[in-house]
C-alpha cells in the first residue's frame, strides 16, 4: 500500500529488504558472464589489439597526437588522442550526440576503449566521423 504513510515497520527481518530484487539484471550478469566465460580469450585479445591498432594508425593520419603507449607489450585495448587546438571535450561531446559513437572524453583528449563485440566498421566510423569534424588547422 503505497499511499499509506502510516504503516507499522514490518516484523523482523524483513523491515530491511531494499525492495524487489534486480531479476532482469541478475540474469543479464550471469548471461554475460556465461558468454564471456566461454569465449576465446586470445581471439577477443587480438581482435582488440588490431581495432587498437587501427584506431591508433587512422587518429596520426589524421593528425593527432596519441597519449597512450602503443609498442610490443605496452598496447592495450585504450587509445587516448587528442588533435592540437582542438577542444576535446567539445569534440567529444559532439561525436556522442551528432554521431552517435560513445568515447570518452577529458579536456587532455578522447579516450576510446574498444571491445570484442566491435568491429572494423565501427572504428572506421569513428575515424570518418573525426575527419570530418576536425579542421585542418587543428591537424598537426
Do not use: C
Not at 524487489?20 to 576465446?40: E, Y
Not at 563485440?117 to 572506421?124: F, G, L, M
Amino acid at each position: 500500500d503505497f499511499l499509506n504513510y502510516d504503516q507499522p515497520w514490518a516484523a523482523g527481518a524483513p523491515r530491511f529488504e531494499g525492495g524487489t530484487p534486480n531479476f532482469l539484471g541478475a540474469l543479464s550478469l550471469a548471461t554475460a558472464v556465461d558468454t564471456f566465460a566461454r569465449a576465446d580469450r586470445e581471439a577477443v585479445a587480438a581482435h582488440i589489439l588490431m581495432l587498437t591498432d587501427r584506431l591508433y594508425d587512422g587518429v596520426r593520419a589524421l593528425g593527432a597526437s596519441v597519449i597512450s603507449e602503443r609498442g610490443d607489450g605496452t598496447s592495450s585495448g585504450i587509445v587516448t588522442f587528442a588533435f592540437g587546438g582542438v577542444d576535446a571535450v567539445e569534440l567529444g561531446r559532439t561525436i556522442q550526440h551528432e554521431e552517435k559513437i560513445v568515447t570518452t572524453w577529458r579536456p587532455n583528449g578522447i579516450r576510446v576503449s574498444p571491445h570484442g563485440y566491435n568491429t572494423v566498421e565501427d572504428i572506421d566510423r569513428l575515424l570518418d566521423a573525426l575527419a570530418r569534424r576536425v579542421p585542418a588547422k587543428g591537424r598537426s
